[in-house]
């Protein structure tokens, strides 16, 4: 991960991976309309989602509709299947298909014990993102740690790609090594009044910004793309006919080693804490993309 990110081919085989893509389609067939809030997911700085469908998702599986699918009488535009942005957030806890991909996956945990990023590793947030065509909306630059703030920081992102995913349905693209010259400036935070907002740890004037090129990084089915918490990264919108399916989940670092406080938008609940990784922690850790 020198360049703060890695693509590994074909992680998952065929026969998983479809398995995953079929599973989320099943998942979108089944979604019901009764009685969901038509919550619609954005990831701009003045408008991010923060009701109580989304916060208290952290142990469910829930339904994010794209901006562009409802007009402005709280109407679908599209067909329910068209219309959802993402399916989170507890798919690797509750789903037996999901499951299996990702704490029942010997090869992960394999990965996750060779990389020696974190000595007690933990998932969180688990999500299938559809991309949808046409309003499959643009993702702007950031890095994962805003949303999942533990300190130090200690987020990894693990996205394995389901399609395709080609410029124009919205891979995704990377400034590489920006986890050396972009600082966690602010993170995302429940508000004591209620909803979601961010909170700075950086004065914004003099917080430090990344120069350079991006990196687009087309995949293909059964791809993985390993993401340190810091790498700057976004999507564009899905200009295209195709959907561009993805099952992404993360993992932090755990106590003593981390803090995660109650700060944070997502929380574990007693019944359903966040997911151990490894059956023993590793003892040596090293520094990732230095």
């Known amino acids: 991960m020198h360049n703060s ?43 991010h989602v923060g009701d109580d469908y989304f916060l208290t998702s952290g142990d469910k599986i829930r339904y994010f509709l794209e901006e562009d699918a409802i007009d402005e009488r709280g109407n679908l535009t599209r067909e329910k299947q068209k219309a959802v ?10 789903d037996p298909v999901f499951r299996r991909a990702t704490l029942q996956n010997d090869k992960l945990r394999g990965l996750v014990r060779d990389l020696r990023f974190h000595h007690d ?5 688990s999500m299938v993102i559809t991309k949808q065509p046409q309003i499959g909306g643009e993702v ?38 920006s986890h050396l010259t972009a600082p966690i400036a602010k993170r995302f935070v429940r508000l004591p009044s209620g909803g979601t907002g961010f909170e700075q740890l950086l004065d914004p004037n003099h917080a430090s910004t990344s120069t350079g090129d991006y990196v687009l990084e087309e995949c293909n089915p059964g791809d993985l793309v390993l993401i340190h918490g810091s790498v700057l990264h976004k999507s564009e919108r899905n200009t295209s006919a195709k959907t561009r399916f993805a099952y992404t989940f993360h ?20 019944a359903m804490p966040f997911s151990r990784i490894l059956d023993t922690p590793n003892q040596i850790v090293r520094e990732i993309g230095a």
């Open 5 to 47: 990110y890695l693509v590994i081919p074909e992680f998952l085989a065929p026969d998983e991976t479809e398995a995953l893509l079929a599973r989320s389609r099943e998942l979108l067939d089944k979604f019901s309309l009764q009685d969901h809030p038509l919550t619609r997911f954005t990831t701009t700085d003045d408008n």
């Open 85 to 94: 942005n993402k399916i989170g957030h507890a798919l690797h806890q509750l």
């Open 121 to 125: 590793p933990v998932a969180l947030q």
């Open 140 to 177: 702007p630059e950031h890095n994962d740690s805003t949303f999942l703030y533990t300190s130090p920081p200690s987020a990894l992102g693990f996205w394995i790609a389901l399609e395709q995913c080609t410029r124009e349905n919205g891979a995704l693209s990377f400034l590489p090594r």
């Open 251 to 270: 993992m932090i670092e755990s106590p003593p080693y981390a803090v995660y406080d109650d700060k944070n938008w997502l929380q574990p609940t007693e």
